[in-house]
């Protein structure tokens, strides 16, 4: 599953405006562009890695690993 550089930025700007660095962002596409639907502070990761196949929270792992 890819996302658009706008789907992108849009959950960046979501998730910082409730200033969170990792943060589950449930949008909808529509003809204005990503609509945001829900900020979770804390998201589940079982639907994203089964729809997208990646390892998500190894993601958020090394993430957080980088910024310590």
């Given amino acids: 599953m890819e996302f658009t550089c706008e789907e992108e930025v ?22 204005r ?5 829900e900020v979770n502070s804390s998201p589940g990761l079982e639907g994203i890695e089964a ?11 090394k993430f957080i690993e980088r910024k310590v």
Avoid at 33 to 37: D, F, M, N, W
């Fill in 51 to 61: 729809a997208t196949g990646q390892d998500i929270a190894g993601e958020i792992v």
């Fill in 10 to 31: 849009t959950a960046i700007k979501a998730a910082k405006a409730l200033g969170s660095h990792v943060a589950g962002v449930d949008m909808l596409q529509s003809d």
């Fill in 33 to 37: 562009g990503p609509l945001v639907i």
